[in-house]
């Protein structure tokens, strides 16, 4: 029996919309789904009890950052990750290539893996296939990451046909490496924006037989109209009786468009981001509530929501807590905004089991401004 | 019948510690109690749902901050204090003396009142008696405080002489200007360290007859042991039947000390603050969680202790969310702080109610290191 398996409970007939339940040790979720992100072993400002009021199920974590601090032999000693930061349903590591190539300057890339220098002292450090998926073991998440190359946008035809034969490579010692049997390794397609590389990188993943798969290397500053396009192009390719991953992308209007091409499952720190600046997220689109427009504004942040800060504080007092710089602000922009993502993924789910999923993104488009 | 009344239930036998239950608009509570702070309308760090959660009976908010911003009558205007932050339990203001006293060199006394200038943006305010008292009614707490100068330690005798002279005259004015009747107005007694001048100033106000009196400027920089003499001094000075409050002393020492010489409410920005610097109160004295020796430390924060944050996460875990910035650390850290000493006055309660409070001081006492 694998670690992790995705039920797939409707396919809607008219879209690649498609319901389901992914199955892991810590959990069965309902998908599509979104995963809130805490970095450092803490989804910010938020505390497990909240994260299950809003419904949470899954959320992700990074192995570069719980690599260097606090050390991945701390959180293996502590018991693992959930018992560390007491989260009992599920978790999924990003592998923390993404991070190490983020580096730029700081890094070097070779067969091996990549070398690097530590965001918090600048001491030499190294991952690569193997060392990611020990790190990652350790942790012990639900779900790990292939070690995989993040191409920038734009990148080059020939660096990225390059990278993604190493990617492949990389992903082949990642499953090699991995002896976990209470966790799933998942692969990362990659390909930038060019579709032959795409088509060719997911023949090659799929054919190793991975129990899930994610799209990297989207969302990485290209126009959106070019992501929907690459993902209509990729997503048909994945087995449709695995999950598919769509990774960092995290606005409400590219949720939508993911889950009608396919997708189940999405991660991003931008509705936790956001949120520290005092915005939210609504069906309509984003509203400054820092702004001084709000200053007399006794309404809820956002009145079509029914979450802890909407129902018990006013815009007015909202943008007086960014103002005074106070805690409890950004406390409750955060827990709209991951709310709000983990209902509209609720909203849409009910929309694919009654065939109307294609209503729901007529309806969502009637109101949302990007 | 007063807006505020205080009730003696149980008065010690042997010492002066005593239980009541004071009475409010918004709620009865259980004395001696610890008022947390909230001086811009915020707990820092703690949402309304946490502070009921550690059993907070009343919280403080403060004049001069919420005067410059959001500004009183924007409270009003969102239908008062209460409302604006979502506080359905008792609530205190200081009159914002303390505060503009603190200015030092941004300020200039009158026998009007006090001119300064903001801390926010340098602009030229007045507070005064008057002015004091009608902010606090825009405010709408249960208690409002007389506005009065807290003069620094060490003093000059008269100095100290003058001012309190000024200080009774000025609540004189507040009582004047306070026509609330939902609101109570306590007096405020000072005298810096001398005697005759604590006894002056409790006689003129008692004379007065507020509803409750505070007992001001201590905790200011002198000694522990001087402070207590001068509670033995004041605290029997003001009338049994109304409750008498310690202003601004909040470690766990101070209160119990201050609880066996009859005062009932407390409030003190220290727990939150040390708090948001990863040091937690036990019954054995501080523990500073972010240093290095608790890196591996896989038990509670306080392992006598129930609160969320101890009952959920160890040592190890809070550590690494102090060293990686995480709010949660902080969020952990305040709660745990706020519950110690909101349920060290209620078992110092207990225990009066047993007429066992010398056993309770002495117990206390064979544990805790200052």
């Not at 979720?29 to 009021?53: D, N, R």
């Not at 009654?354 to 969502?364: I, N, P, S």
Request: proline share 4%; aromatic share 10%; glycine share 8%.
């Amino acid at each position: 029996m694998a670690a992790v398996s995705y039920e797939l409970v409707k396919q809607c007939s008219k879209t690649g919309a498609r319901a389901g339940i992914l199955h892991t040790p810590h959990g069965s979720f309902e998908t599509p789904m979104f995963m809130p992100v805490g970095t450092q072993a803490s989804v910010k400002a938020m505390s497990p009890a909240e994260l299950k009021t809003i419904n949470a199920g899954m959320i992700l974590s990074n192995t570069y950052h719980l690599y260097l601090r606090p050390g991945h032999d701390l959180v293996e000693e502590a018991g693992g990750l959930h018992k560390f930061m007491n989260w009992e349903r599920g978790i999924l590591t990003d592998s923390g290539g993404f991070q190490v190539f983020s580096l730029s300057d700081l890094r070097k890339i070779t067969e091996e893996g990549v070398k690097f220098r530590s965001h918090i002292d600048g001491s030499e450090q190294f991952l690569g296939p193997e060392r990611a998926t020990e790190v990652q073991m350790a942790l012990g998440a639900d779900i790990i990451m292939a070690f995989d190359e993040c191409i920038p946008y734009p990148a080059d035809y020939n660096y990225a046909k390059d990278s993604i034969m190493r990617t492949t490579r990389w992903a082949r010692r990642c499953l090699d490496a991995h002896t976990r049997k209470d966790q799933a390794l998942f692969g990362i397609v990659q390909g930038g924006m060019y579709k032959d590389l795409r088509a060719q990188s997911a023949k090659d993943l799929v054919e190793m037989d991975f129990p899930g798969y994610a799209i990297g290397g989207l969302s990485v500053g290209e126009p959106k109209p070019l992501m929907y396009e690459l993902l209509d192009h990729t997503a048909p390719l994945l087995p449709a009786h695995k999950a598919r991953y769509l990774m960092g992308v995290g606005s409400p209007d590219c949720l939508v468009e993911g889950v009608m091409r396919g997708i189940d499952m999405f991660d991003c720190v931008l509705p936790t981001r956001i949120a520290r600046n005092g915005t939210i997220m609504t069906r309509r689109g984003k509203v400054v509530v820092r702004n001084a427009e709000y200053a007399r504004d006794f309404g809820p942040m956002d009145d079509q929501c029914s979450c802890y800060a909407c129902k018990n504080f006013s815009r007015a007092y909202v943008r007086h807590l960014f103002k005074a710089e106070e805690i409890l602000g950004l406390r409750l922009t955060t827990i709209h905004n991951l709310h709000f993502l983990i209902k509209l993924m609720g909203e849409m789910r009910e929309a694919i089991l009654q065939d109307a999923a294609a209503d729901f993104y007529k309806e969502f488009w009637s109101a949302y401004k990007a």
